[in-house]
């Protein structure tokens, strides 16, 4: 938005509102750093605090946000006052791996240290002081666990918990474990920050939630549920809470500047396909009518001759559109590597037995053969194991030479891209004037697949996301079309003033970052 035409209402008031507790619902687009930002800047005698969700945004942030506002994420204070120490001793780890666990324990079997681990992580994510009973998940594939092994599950996760809290023990601490024993410590963020700008407040865990609340200090929360991905993650949405506890104002940001009517449309129709199904509240998003965008519904004619983003649900779907389009000068958005290749080809040297091209030797260790690998993988469902199966299996020998080509042609920059890849959760934060979905999107529309309402809004939340990032063009997949011809479309017809042949503009996708 041109500062030339000033702040909206709804603007207006969460740019100049000055008590103690604002929350910011801000649908995709709608211009909430841009809010953020002039709050900063109207209160510039007040020194802020923005937590930031990730290291990116974070970057972003602090080259557009005033001198009285310090930029940082919730792990990067975490890891100054608790976790450099553990980085120094050689003991931090991005993830956990469920052999270093069953080592750990010493167990025999794969199920007391998928529970335990999978018990762990809920108490990282809590606000819990301890971990107890109401951390304990079902087990494997969903089953209950059984009563004679509740308490082994309880001592084991203690003792994972105790294990990496200790400098001196000899195991790994990973990221969430120091943020959650700095939050034990009870930091007073309030003795140097007036106000704490909460950005991405959807996908918030517990343990994050409650450190914000706890300072003594003017809060604002940003937010919109509709686009939290992390539940898996322990996020919570606390919001609704956070408006309820501290009484806060509400101010609803639903003009989205980013894409026209027709993607807002489908946003809406999503969305009120979302609130028809879960119960949660309509929340309509408005396109700006001087910006010409369009939904094709299919990838069809002059377009394809575009780079575009094509975004997917799953790293697998990803590799597999990449590897179709092997030829092509490819974008991976996050960066190659971030789809762990060197992971999957380790894998696979392990399958065909070539120990000396494995770089990480552990494999060895950890599995006695490859059908071994692949019985864990299937026992603990863990989705990148579960991944690299898929993809071994159905690339076979091709694998080392379409993931050495994959390498070779990687656009490091869009601007040399024939063509942008990656997920809905990477896209987040992100833009594209041309967007194309994916088909492993899940068909929501099939209510037998979804008994818990829980993950069937997380889908939802997913396509929402990846179809917003859209502000020329969006090719719609089959889920995204179904669900717009249900919540009221007009019919195929609908689209006809967008599949003429003169094509989008040659100009290539630029993403811009913190505009939702």
Request: hydrophobic share 40%.
């Amino acid at each position: 938005m041109s500062k030339a035409h000033g702040y909206l209402p709804s603007q207006k008031e969460a740019v100049y509102f000055d008590k103690n507790y604002l929350l910011i619902l801000a649908g995709a687009g709608t211009g909430k750093t841009t809010v953020l930002k002039g709050h900063a800047e109207y209160f510039s005698h007040q020194p802020m605090l923005y937590l930031c969700y990730n290291s990116s945004i974070q970057q972003e942030a602090s080259r557009k946000f005033p001198p009285n506002v310090k930029c940082r994420t919730l792990h990067a204070i975490a890891f100054a006052r608790v976790g450099k120490a553990f980085d120094e001793a050689g003991q931090l780890v991005d993830n956990y791996r469920i052999t270093d666990v069953k080592n750990f324990l010493k167990c025999k079997d794969w199920d007391t240290p998928s529970m335990a681990l999978s018990t762990l992580n809920a108490f990282l994510c809590s606000a819990d002081k301890s971990i107890n009973e109401s951390h304990l998940s079902s087990g494997p594939k969903g089953r209950l666990i059984a009563p004679r092994l509740r308490e082994n599950v309880l001592i084991a996760a203690k003792q994972l918990w105790e294990a990496a809290t200790s400098i001196d023990v000899n195991f790994p601490i990973t990221h969430d474990c120091y943020l959650k024993l700095y939050a034990l410590q009870k930091p007073e963020m309030h003795r140097w920050f007036k106000k704490i700008l909460f950005d991405e407040a959807q996908d918030a865990n517990p343990v994050v939630s409650d450190w914000v609340e706890r300072q003594k200090c003017a809060i604002v929360e940003v937010g919109d549920e509709h686009q939290q991905l992390y539940r898996f993650r322990g996020a919570n949405n606390s919001m609704a809470g956070f408006a309820k506890r501290k009484k806060a104002k509400i101010v609803k940001l639903q003009q989205s500047f980013r894409f026209g009517e027709n993607v807002a449309d489908l946003a809406t129709r999503i969305l009120d396909y979302k609130a028809e199904h879960t119960g949660c509240d309509p929340f309509p998003i408005k396109g700006l009518a001087s910006i010409e965008d369009s939904l094709l519904p299919s990838a069809m004619g002059p377009f394809r001759k575009q780079p575009y983003a094509y975004l997917h649900r799953t790293v697998a779907g990803t590799f597999e559109s990449a590897i179709a389009n092997i030829d092509k000068r490819i974008y991976w958005i996050g960066g190659i590597e971030k789809y762990n290749f060197q992971e999957l080809l380790d894998v696979y040297y392990f399958s065909i037995g070539e120990k000396s091209k494995v770089k990480r030797k552990k494999l060895f260790v950890e599995f006695r053969s490859y059908e071994d690998y692949k019985t864990a993988a299937e026992n603990t469902s863990s989705a990148e194991m579960m991944r690299n199966v898929k993809l071994i299996d159905k690339n076979g020998n091709h694998l080392i030479r379409l993931i050495a080509k994959l390498r070779k042609l990687e656009a490091r920059k869009i601007k040399d891209a024939e063509l942008i890849v990656g997920t809905a959760h990477r896209s987040k934060g992100l833009e594209f004037d041309y967007v194309r979905l994916a088909d492993d999107f899940p068909d929501v529309t099939d209510q037998t697949k979804f008994d818990d309402m829980d993950i069937l809004a997380d889908e939802l939340n997913l396509l929402y996301v990846a179809s917003t990032r859209a502000m020329r063009m969006l090719v719609m997949n089959e889920i995204s079309k179904k669900i717009y011809l249900e919540m009221g479309g007009k019919g195929i017809s609908r689209f006809s003033a967008v599949t003429r042949n003169e094509g989008p503009p040659s100009r290539p996708s630029q993403p811009v970052k913190l505009s939702d």
